[in-house]
């Protein structure tokens, strides 16, 4: 079946303004995750849904970041004001229940470049 | 706190050499997982492992193998008779029971050269 899709693949935007992410993920999949890789480093955790509510936000780095699962499938990653140092790989993955067991499957990313 | 160590930043073999990929590990939990991920060029993330901590049994999957030792909190990755698709950053992870996230190392990158 489809693998976890992500879009748009390359955002480059202007410092100050507004983006959005999206994610959609294994069909059926309850669990949803963000994860932000930079150059030359694994990727870290933002935020992890349990169907629609977020259930662990604690890696979102400050209060411009915010994520929603609205309908408990698609995700849409949103940053206000963006900044240089935002620029980064933005990944999303997907698990079938969100237990430690499962294994998550990740997206292609969207790369965002923020000038 | 969780923390993943891959100490080997790059790596890099002539076709049909054998190769390791080390990770270190630390977590305070008993029950925890690690995994393995292959990331291409391409830039998505392949699943290739994983294991839970009660687990030590080594694994064997084609030309790639794992050796999880607790003693010395290492889950090191072997490819044998490596070509040049295996090119790619490999990234270590861990998630400990009742904490789905996963934490990663910062990756090795392996060239192998034909």
């Known amino acids: 079946g489809a693998g976890v899709s992500q879009t748009p693949s390359n955002k480059v935007t202007e410092k100050g303004k507004y983006v959005e992410l999206r994610c959609d993920p294994i069909s059926g999949h309850t669990a949803l995750y963000w994860y932000r890789q930079s150059l030359g480093q694994g990727p870290e955790f933002l935020i992890y849904f349990q169907g629609t509510g977020a259930a662990d936000d604690s890696g979102l780095p400050n209060d411009r970041f915010f994520a929603v699962r609205p309908e408990g499938s698609v995700s849409t990653l949103k940053i206000q004001r963006t900044e240089r140092g935002d620029s980064a790989v933005y990944l999303c993955?997907?698990?079938?229940?969100?237990?430690?067991?499962?294994?998550?499957?990740f997206g292609p990313g969207t790369r965002l470049t923020v000038l | 706190a969780q923390k993943v160590t891959q100490a080997q930043t790059e790596i890099s073999v002539v076709e049909k050499e054998d190769v390791t990929l080390d990770c270190v590990y630390e977590?305070?939990?008993?029950?925890?997982?690690l995994f393995w991920y292959k990331q291409p060029p391409s830039g998505e993330l392949v699943f290739l492992i994983r294991r839970n901590s009660f687990d030590e049994q080594n694994e064997i999957s084609g030309r790639y193998s794992w050796n999880f030792q607790k003693s010395t909190s290492s889950f090191n990755f072997t490819i044998t008779a490596s070509q040049v698709v295996d090119s790619a950053v490999y990234f270590c992870a861990l998630s400990e029971a009742g904490n789905t996230p996963l934490v990663f190392g910062k990756g090795t990158r392996l060239s192998v050269i034909a």
């Open positions: 993955a997907s698990s079938q229940t969100g237990i430690s067991t499962d294994t998550q499957y």
């Open positions: 977590t305070r939990d008993t029950t925890y997982y």
